[in-house]
């Protein structure tokens, strides 16, 4: 069974790649001999990754977005050019609000 788990090691690396339907995940599972059990345990796996990688973005995008949104609050009250204050307080701070949202968003989806 080892030249299986092999295989569908580098199976589950072609699939996030290409991103395949679950159906055909399970037909290339059932060409290859797995049991149905198995077939169920992989397609977990598959979109457990799946998730593991959206989760990672989503982490990514809220702690840019916060960081964004220090700064932009830095700025704010430092006013350092009067010139870009309204720049920076509103559209810095939307920025930042939109970039932590879509962050959310990876997370709960």
């Known amino acids: 069974m080892a030249a299986t788990d092999f ?10 790649l290409t991103r395949p339907d679950i159906t055909l995940i399970e037909k290339e599972l059932a060409a290859i001999g797995c049991t149905a059990e198995e077939i169920k345990l992989q397609v977990t796996a598959y979109r457990k990754l799946q998730h593991e ?5 989503g982490f990514i995008c809220v702690g840019v977005g916060a960081m964004t949104g220090f700064i932009s609050c830095v700025l ?3 006013n350092p050019v009067p010139e870009l204050y309204n720049i920076i307080l509103f559209g810095l701070t939307s920025l930042a609000i ?11 989806e």
């Open 98 to 108: 939109c970039i932590v949202m879509l962050g959310l968003y990876f997370l709960f």
């Open 7 to 16: 295989v569908i090691e580098a199976k589950m690396k072609e699939w996030m």
């Open 53 to 57: 990688k959206k989760q990672f973005n």
């Open 76 to 78: 704010s009250i430092l």
